[in-house]
């Protein structure tokens, strides 16, 4: 297992390395540089002063030592300079960090909340209106765009009756007051979850469905064990294995931010952040906030193996 | 009685009652794009015509162009019917020697005046050149708009119907080629093994562990001219949804490539393929005709799930900004123009988004129904 768990790791990190020199070279590919956007802000700039910044930038180099000047700060714990802000990296990714842990949580708390109950009820009443009535609740999750949602809820809560805030994350006045965000968070929250309820419907029913075929289940009836029993204790237990692993490996998104809800409501989380620095050129937030989510789907899809094998002895990991 | 596989499974899919409908409707949008431009002369309206002083115009309305417009209009005119413009020219001063005073450029000065002056006008004509500048000119003028007017004055209605076009054609592009992608590499990979399979997968699960988002909007805002093997591409107005199919093609076809490896590594070891093998087949062979048609049945679901996911992701580049580029509509670009105005013309934001939503919830169904039906345990005989 220990053995297991180390290789595990071990090609995590291989991955990431590879998959980082990947997203570099994207970045590289983008056009324009910092040093391209302040030609053209100030014209009275000469070809040597354009040299002299981009020796300072370094920009002068090629991809090979740029990138492995790179990694070598990330190792020194150095994330480097956001190029639009003007401040550390670290320093604007970690409120947007907690903006984005906070919408992303409740979300998902929200959409599990919501749909493991509905999609053991459609496996119970399978093919009764209950079950077709869910079906379509959860394909208009799957199908509906996020972007799209999100605008009808600020149109009818945000525009028409005013309840909630069209967009933003904190009042102006007072953003410590962390009762005050409530508000904000309700209508990315609802096009958040909404969007991944769909999915979790779907795969509850399948696998509690899966459960309620075996043999076991069959017996268990016909000796006349109570019917709530039955399903809680005998097919629920086991429907539950396959939902650790959906739920587990969800949670790696938890910091990676939705870039479309959050840009929609004008959020101020990473994904917004992502999207900012992708189009503002601003190379270092990219970079960092990209390695982040990758780490994290990475690591969460480990952590849903080993807890798999936890809940399941009979799955041996090697 | 013996009964084709596909038979079978028709047979199946019609039981379905959700899948039919989504198949009629999908059908429908299909065919709707194909003829986009039949029904863009049947009704005389042009989804790109501009009409800057009736911006936002409500549903049901009717707008009449202004004259910057309609000298465009009559100036193409002249140039594709030069002999009969000078023909109506002179028509139209003997017609009313005061307005139109000279032989010359009469239809210039027609045009210049309100909608009912230029009728009456026209009545005063011959039949044959009554007939001749309706089409192009008086019936362009003043328009009837089912759906309003968008944020340069442009029939929605129309833009819709090529808006189909565009997003269910790069959808279906795409679906269907990152499949073929996904074949490919998926039964190379399952049917080989060993060092192949292994760089193959951690390619594809590389790739799957990538943020696809924040991905996506990189590639879409790279310059294709830094490559230059992409720069044939990088021509034309088909830029914009060549660059977009390519983008969501190399970063959709992974799924299905595990799809089909799976499938194949558990035929690899039937019996029917080691008969092949023994009796000399070539592994071309043996993957054409003994290893595809097997995993065609869960190729198909994944093309049409496929195909709503990649609606989706164009919808979502495209309202973001980074993927189909004005004048082309598509879903997902007439939503980015109509969120800055959802107060004052919210149905322009609806529609769209009523139109992806309905088609993915369409090819979902059929994907959900053709899984069903695909199953060989709900096989009935």
Request: contains cysteine.
């Amino acid at each position: 297992m220990l053995r297991y768990i180390f290789f595990r790791l071990l090609q995590t990190v291989v991955v990431i390395v590879a998959l980082s020199f990947f997203c570099y070279l994207l970045l590289n590919l983008m056009p324009g540089d910092p040093v391209e956007i302040l030609i053209q802000s100030n014209p009275k700039m000469t070809p040597e002063d354009i040299q002299r910044l981009r020796e300072l930038y370094g920009l002068d180099r090629s991809i090979w030592e740029k990138y492995s000047a790179w990694i070598g700060d990330i190792l020194k714990g150095d994330l480097g300079y956001s190029r639009t802000y003007r401040v550390p990296v670290s320093e604007i990714l970690l409120p947007r960090l907690g903006n984005t842990f906070i919408l992303s949580l409740s979300a998902l708390l929200l959409s599990l909340f919501i749909a493991i109950p509905l999609g053991i009820l459609a496996a119970l009443r399978v093919n009764t209106k209950v079950d077709y009535l869910i079906g379509l609740f959860s394909f208009g999750g799957i199908s509906t765009p996020s972007f799209w949602l999100g605008l009808m809820l600020i149109i009818i809560f945000g525009v028409q009756l005013k309840w909630f805030p069209a967009s933003g994350t904190y009042s102006i006045e007072n953003p410590d007051n962390w009762l005050g965000r409530i508000p904000y968070l309700v209508l990315p929250t609802l096009t958040l979850s909404y969007l991944s309820v769909g999915r979790f419907i779907r795969f509850t029913r399948s696998s509690m469905l899966e459960a309620l075929k075996n043999d076991y289940i069959r017996t268990a009836i016909a000796k006349g064990l109570p019917r709530t029993k039955v399903i809680w204790k005998h097919a629920f237990r086991n429907a539950l294995l396959s939902l650790i692993t959906m739920v587990t490996l969800s949670f790696s998104g938890v910091f990676s931010g939705a870039t479309i809800t959050e840009t929609v409501f004008a959020y101020q989380g990473v994904g917004k952040l992502v999207y900012d620095s992708i189009l503002g050129n601003d190379f270092n937030v990219a970079m960092v906030s990209f390695m982040i989510s990758v780490s994290m789907v990475l690591l969460f899809s480990l952590i849903a193996d080993l807890l798999y094998s936890l809940a399941d002895p009979r799955i041996r990991l090697h | 009685m013996v009964q084709s596989y596909w038979r079978v499974v028709w047979e199946e899919l019609k039981e379905h009652r959700a899948a039919v409908i989504g198949l009629g409707v999908v059908l429908t949008f299909i065919v709707i794009g194909l003829f986009a431009p039949i029904i863009s002369q049947l009704f005389n309206i042009s989804p790109y015509q501009q009409n800057p002083l009736q911006r936002y115009q409500p549903p049901w309305s009717t707008t009449e162009l202004p004259l910057s417009e309609r000298v465009l209009l009559v100036e193409q005119f002249m140039e594709t019917h030069p002999e009969e413009a000078r023909n109506i020219n002179g028509m139209l001063h003997s017609l009313d020697p005061v307005k139109y005073q000279t032989t010359e450029e009469n239809l210039l000065r027609w045009i210049e005046q309100s909608y009912d002056e230029m009728l009456k006008d026209l009545q005063g004509l011959p039949p044959k050149q009554q007939e001749l500048l309706q089409r192009p000119i008086v019936s362009r003028i003043k328009t009837f708009h089912l759906l309003g007017t968008d944020e340069l004055g442009r029939d929605v209605f129309m833009r819709l119907i090529f808006g189909t076009r565009v997003s269910l054609g790069v959808a279906l592009l795409v679906a269907i080629s990152s499949s073929l992608i996904g074949l490919l590499i998926g039964s190379l990979a399952g049917y080989y093994g060993g060092w192949l399979d292994h760089i193959l997968m951690r390619i594809t699960d590389s790739l799957l562990s990538l943020p696809l988002m924040p991905v996506l909007i990189v590639v879409s805002a790279l310059s294709f001219e830094k490559l230059p093997i992409l720069q044939m591409f990088s021509q034309g107005n088909w830029e914009s949804i060549i660059k977009l199919i390519l983008i969501l093609v190399l970063f959709s076809w992974m799924t299905v490539a595990k799809l089909v490896r799976a499938e194949v590594l558990s035929l690899r070891e039937r019996d029917f393929i080691l008969a092949a093998k023994t009796m000399g087949a070539r592994d071309f062979f043996i993957i054409m005709r003994h290893v595809f048609p097997n995993v065609m049945a869960p190729l198909l679901v994944a093309v049409t799930l496929g195909v709503g996911e990649s609606i989706q992701f164009e919808a979502a580049l495209s309202f973001l900004g980074l993927g189909v580029q004005q004048p082309t509509p598509s879903w997902g670009n007439m939503l980015f123009n109509a969120q800055e105005f959802i107060t004052e013309a919210p149905l322009l934001a609806l529609i769209p988004g009523l139109l992806i939503l309905t088609v993915t919830i369409s090819f979902n169904y059929i994907g959900d129904g053709l899984q069903e039906a695909l199953n060989p345990k709900s096989f009935k005989r």
